[in-house]
């Protein structure tokens, strides 16, 4: 048989010899096997009496996907991947973006323990922002990011701490059943941290938060200060202060400057600030209206720990929305899901992310 003919042979699945799998399937299949295997071994040493044990990798989960490896994470699943009883999931897609939710849940299970210390409210409405981005990215490139969403309330733990500050004490019984939630968001994020390293020559992670501030301004925190954002830009390229910055990785590669990444024309704040929605930082914003009542966000414990200050390729930002323009209301969700879609794909394609 020529070469032709085997290529012929390859594709018409009547040439097929009984025995032949081709590779998706025998993916599927051992993907399945696995799964399974996991599954028992869980229920297995299930005792419904006990709170959930912290120390599983990951506690049970629920796939929900067709199982193509295009989204997959081998060491957690295809597609939508629920964590113990649906306390956090991650809906694994096939675009270097990844977008995470960490104070939208409204869940508050009777076996975790309250906290007192720190922030105990929600950010109203992020989740449902963060779904309407999702189907706006889908609309405009055809394919999925990759989703981590939280649904447990804030006054039970908070996703956007170190586990020592998650939760009142880390120690006690109390909250172990917290930290079992907490231990699957941040096994997710790294897992799709890793995921998007090893596919993608870089990625970008938003992290999706609202603020209650009486300015309806978008906040960008890229783990620079607000003094640092508000001093001469043509200072910041001799003091390297990219490398402070969670967007390292994007102005390390050559292709933004971090001027043009933060401030200039083809910037997030800046298009944003084009499209209607008032952002810092921006070229039309240079300064912060700082008051007792109006603090800038630089940024969280999840853009700082995944973002690419410390290592690797996948940049990060927070995101801080106001309610009443942005998040309090569908129609104004979906307007600014719109608009931020269309800004973030400019920013994707010249930082050369896609």
Sequence with gaps: MNKNSKIDARRNPANRPSHYFDRSSLVQ???????????????????????????????TFAQESSGEPSNCIPSIGCGRVLGFDGWVEIQIGELPILLTVPHGGTRTPTEMGNRTIGTLGN????????LAIREEIVKRFGKEPTLILNHIDRSKVDMNRSRNEAVDDEISDIF?????????FHLFARAAKDHLRQKFAKGLLVDVHGHGQNENVVQLGFNL????????????????????SNIAGLIQSGRMTLQEALIG????????????????????????????????????????????RHEGTLDAFQ??????????????RIEYAKKFVESLQTFLEVGGYL
């Design 265 to 308: 024309d083809r910037s997030l704040g800046t298009l944003l600030t084009e499209k209607g929605f008032s952002a810092f930082p921006s070229r039309q914003m240079r300064d912060f209206a700082s008051a007792a009542d109006n603090q800038y966000f630089t940024g969280g414990y999840i853009s700082d720990t995944y973002g690419s």
């Design 123 to 130: 950010d109203s409405h992020t989740l449902e922002l963060t």
């Design 225 to 244: 200060t607000e003094p640092e954002l508000e001093s001469d830009p043509n200072t910041w390229a001799g003091t390297n202060l990219h490398g402070s």
């Design 319 to 332: 995101m801080e929305t106001p309610g009443p323009n942005i998040r309090d209301e569908e129609n104004f």
């Design 29 to 59: 299949l051992l993907y399945a096997v696995t799964i399974l295997f996991i599954q028992l071994a869980l229920l297995q040493n299930c005792n419904p009496s006990k709170k959930p044990d912290p120390s599983l990798f990951l506690s």
């Design 176 to 184: 172990q059943a917290n930290l079992v939630a907490y231990n699957e």
